[in-house]
């Protein structure tokens, strides 16, 4: 049996650094930098900066 390959893209959450839990899920490629992006958290009403966290597999 052939090993299996690795995906090209990585999914990804973006969560807010104004710490409420919010969380936006997203794909970069597997090379590149980490991603970081201000977008909109609801929860605090404000745009705010979103830094990567690595999606954890479940099971």
Same mark, same amino acid.
């Given at each position: 049996? #052939?090993?299996?390959?690795? #995906? ?9 650094? #104004?710490?409420? @839990? !919010? !969380?936006?899920?997203?794909?970069? =490629?597997?090379? @590149? =930098?980490?991603?970081? #992006?201000?977008?909109?958290? =609801?929860?605090?009403?404000?745009? %705010?900066?979103? %830094? ?6 479940? @099971?």
């Amino acid at each position: 049996m #052939a090993a299996k390959t690795k #995906a090209k893209t990585l999914i990804v959450r973006l969560i807010s650094t #104004a710490q409420t @839990g !919010f !969380f936006y899920t997203t794909q970069r =490629p597997r090379v @590149g =930098p980490k991603l970081s #992006a201000i977008k909109y958290d =609801p929860k605090v009403k404000q745009r %705010v900066l979103f %830094v990567e966290s690595r999606k954890t597999k479940k @099971g």
